[in-house]
Nanobody, 117 residues
Framework: QVQLVESGGGLVQAGGSLQLSCAAS????????MGWYRQAPGKQRDLVAD???????NYADSVKGRFTISRDNTKNTVYLQMNSLKPEDTAVYYC???????????WGQGTQVTVSS
């Protein structure tokens, strides 16, 4: 089992910045992928960005150049720095941990990000 605890969501004006954090605990393997997804009301949950344990990153086109994902493997923590936020970034953001050995994805409880225009 893996537990994920997220923090850092909130309300911000358009053009502002927020940083999300997610700390993983439990059965953590050295090789894994962690990431962030988001889900707006009435929409499906979509990938925002993910990062492999070796550092390779992947971003949704809609956030490239504005969001940066990073991780601290010593703390099993992943971060999402969000700059130049837009109202369309408003969603519940979920942290994910992907176990590459069994293909299972664990999810955090979600944190609300609201961007006002």
């Amino acid at each position: 089992q893996v537990q994920l605890v997220e923090s850092g969501g909130g309300l911000v004006q358009a053009g502002g910045s927020l940083q999300l954090s997610c700390a993983a605990s439990g059965s953590i393997f050295s090789i894994n992928a962690m990431g962030w997804y988001r889900q707006a009301p009435g929409k499906q949950r979509d990938l925002v960005a993910d990062i492999r344990s070796g550092g390779r990153t992947n971003y949704a086109d809609s956030v490239k150049g504005r969001f940066t994902i990073s991780r601290d493997n010593t703390k099993n923590t992943v971060y999402l720095q969000m700059n130049s936020l837009k109202p369309e970034d408003t969603a519940v953001y979920y942290c994910s941990y992907y176990n590459v050995y069994n293909g299972y994805t664990y999810w955090g409880q979600g944190t609300q990000v609201t961007v006002s225009s």
